[in-house]
Nanobody, 121 residues
Framework: QVQLQESGGGLVQAGGSLRLSCLAS????????MGWFRQAPGQEREGIAC????????HYADSVKGRFTISKDNAKKTHYLQMDSLRPEDTAVYYC??????????????WGQGTQVTVSS
């Protein structure tokens, strides 16, 4: 059974940083692209970052480009989201997810439980 477990969320002041981690189990981690989504109260879930299976290709939503960095450690079966220059509007529940394939052009089909990130002004 494929499972994804996020960690690293919390409360941070505006301008601060957090790093989210997502540990995967039950899959050949090297074969899959991985991503991050977020959902703020009353809003739809937003895809914010994706990284290819090899880690050689990354994609970002305009809302986080230049501030967030996605990375992948295949040996640890973990991918990360480094979040810098955080803003109050980044407050949301953050979810990691697995792509149905090695590149970010496929659908996401496995999701973590989510971790809360709150940015205070």
């Amino acid at each position: 059974q494929v499972q994804l477990q996020e960690s690293g969320g919390g409360l941070v002041q505006a301008g601060g940083s957090l790093r989210l981690s997502c540990l995967a189990s039950g899959l050949a981690f090297d074969d899959y692209a991985m991503g991050w989504f977020r959902q703020a109260p009353g809003q739809e879930r937003e895809g914010i970052a994706c990284i290819s299976a090899s880690g050689g290709s990354t994609h970002y939503a305009d809302s986080v480009k230049g501030r967030f960095t996605i990375s992948k450690d295949n040996a640890k079966k973990t991918h990360y989201l480094q979040m810098d220059s955080l803003r109050p509007e980044d407050t949301a529940v953050y979810y990691c997810a697995r792509v149905l394939g090695g590149y970010c052009d496929k659908e996401f089909n496995v999701w973590g439980q989510g971790t809360q990130v709150t940015v205070s002004s």
